[in-house]
């Protein structure tokens, strides 16, 4: 049976607590033979081309170190002050410097030089995410032959996105190297299909040499991935989310909690929910003393200018809705900058009444998926999604709202607040069963099972298939 090679900039273990990537992806070398590739999370100044192979938790983890200069280029820089927001429909927020894109580059050929060796013929190679696009044409051009997947965790972006980026043609053929493109919605992959369709193979721009592309020998589908929402269910009553939910009444008393989780994000619509909660409290006095938001946003990618602006904003918004609102003997909300274990979060996700994941644009948004496990299917809460998530493909029976518009979040939230338990019991009964269905196993089965179709089968096979 074929090896699994997953490669990840991060790799196990390194991950913030909040980023989904890494829960994903460890129950899928759980049992089944291979490896995990990606950066060590170390930065020196000569680099071995060699990976050091360790034990992690059970799990064989190669990794490579990088020189700090290009990782800046490749993690601040290119992905994640160009791709990142560019994906992500903000591209007042990118930063384009053009030399970024050769550290990218060297970086994804330092990946390759350091895998190349270890991978054996018939071996799977499964590479994620935004940070990696190149890896299989660096891979191919030393000769590798093996069966090659990647999955693009966050959205793809429309057209005019894409041709913002410099060198797109480049990153477009370099996905045309992979057998397997999976993206997380369908929106996702019409929006690929509509530049396919129209732009490849052809030229770009009057700057841009010609790039052919050809994606007849690529496969493009939508995998919508998912969490375990029965391990949510039983890590919300186990004893550590028992603990915190103890704490949390005792602090709330009475008041029903609003909640958010969200790594600290310009993606994530902080801002715009901190404006909704406040509008709710301004257009509806009698829910003052009743409620109380919880936001949960522990920092990320900090050494970015436009990730430190929006914890700025942040911070002057709640401190705003505290003025306005706050009494010496009720407080509206708590801001916490902070990381949580998920038996924390379980703890809080099941005490929650509403869950309010509204971000302005996002790949999947697991944090949804985890709130509708945890619930207590006697007294569930209420999820409140954005649309722009591609959750929503996956949860219609969620409140769902354009979290730019704040006044449809404000209502969409009372609406919550004010909904009788036979209406939440029935929502969530059938958020649960979506959830079950798109469970993260069959995910990566569906994915394994598309990628390398002599393997076992997956426990579930009906998944919307574009073939291009
Ligand atoms: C998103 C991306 C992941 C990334 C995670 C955390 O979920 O899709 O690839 O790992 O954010 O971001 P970070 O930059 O800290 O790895």
């Known amino acids: 049976m074929s090896r699994i090679v997953i490669v990840s900039n991060r790799t196990p273990g390194k991950g913030p607590a909040a980023g989904g990537l890494a829960v994903a992806l460890r129950k899928v070398l759980a049992d089944q033979e291979g490896f995990w590739f990606g950066w060590s999370g170390k930065l020196t100044d000569d680099p071995s081309p060699e990976a050091r192979i360790e034990d992690i938790d059970g799990l064989s983890v190669a990794q490579i170190d990088l020189t700090r200069d290009d990782h800046h280029a490749y993690y601040a820089g290119f992905s994640n002050s160009i791709l990142w927001p560019s994906f992500h429909l903000r591209l007042d927020l990118a930063t384009i410097e053009s030399h970024w894109y050769e550290g990218y580059r060297r970086v994804n050929a330092q990946f390759a030089r350091a895998l190349k060796p270890l991978l054996k013929p018939d071996d799977i190679v499964w590479v994620h995410d935004y940070h990696l696009i190149p890896l299989a044409t660096e891979l191919r051009s030393l000769g590798a032959r093996n069966r090659m997947g990647f999955y693009l965790h966050i959205p793809f972006p429309t057209a005019d996105a894409l041709y913002a980026i410099p060198h797109h043609a480049e990153l477009m053929r370099d996905l045309s190297r992979y057998d397997l493109v999976g993206m997380q919605a369908n929106r996702d992959v019409a929006a690929f299909t509509e530049f396919a369709d129209h732009q490849a193979p052809s030229t770009f721009g009057a700057t841009q040499a010609a790039v052919d592309i050809d994606f007849s020998g690529t496969e493009i589908a939508a995998f919508p991935i998912g969490s375990d929402p029965d391990a949510f269910a039983r890590l919300a009553a186990s004893p550590a989310a028992t603990k915190m939910i103890h704490r949390m009444r005792r602090v709330l008393a009475d008041q029903r909690l609003v909640l958010g989780v969200d790594r600290l994000d310009y993606s994530k619509g902080l801002p715009q929910r901190v404006e909704a909660y406040e509008k709710l409290l301004a257009n509806n006095p009698r829910l003052r003393r009743t409620v109380h938001m919880l936001q949960v946003a522990p920092p990320s990618r900090d050494s970015i200018k436009e990730y430190q602006e929006i914890g700025d904003t942040l911070d002057a918004m709640c401190g705003r809705v505290m003025g306005r609102f706050a009494e010496p003997d009720w407080q509206p909300l708590t801001y916490v900058k902070r990381a949580y274990g998920q038996p924390s979060l379980a703890g809080l996700y099941r005490l929650a ?14 944090v949804a998926h985890e709130f509708v496990g ?66 993260v196993d069959d995910w990566a089965s569906s994915f394994l099972q598309r990628l390398s179709p002599g393997m076992a089968s997956p426990k579930t096979s009906k998944r919307d298939i574009l073939y291009l």
């Open 353 to 366: 009444r509403v869950g309010l994941v509204t971000p302005l644009r996002d790949g999947m948004n697991l």
């Open 374 to 439: 945890s619930q207590d299917p006697q007294d569930p809460g209420v999820l409140v999604l954005s649309r722009f998530a591609g959750a929503a493909e996956i949860f219609p029976e969620a409140l769902q709202v354009n979290p730019f518009d704040t006044d449809e979040t404000a209502e969409a939230l009372r609406m919550a607040l004010d909904m009788p338990l036979d209406e939440r019991r029935e929502r969530w009964g059938a958020l649960m069963a979506a959830a079950r269905r798109h469970n």
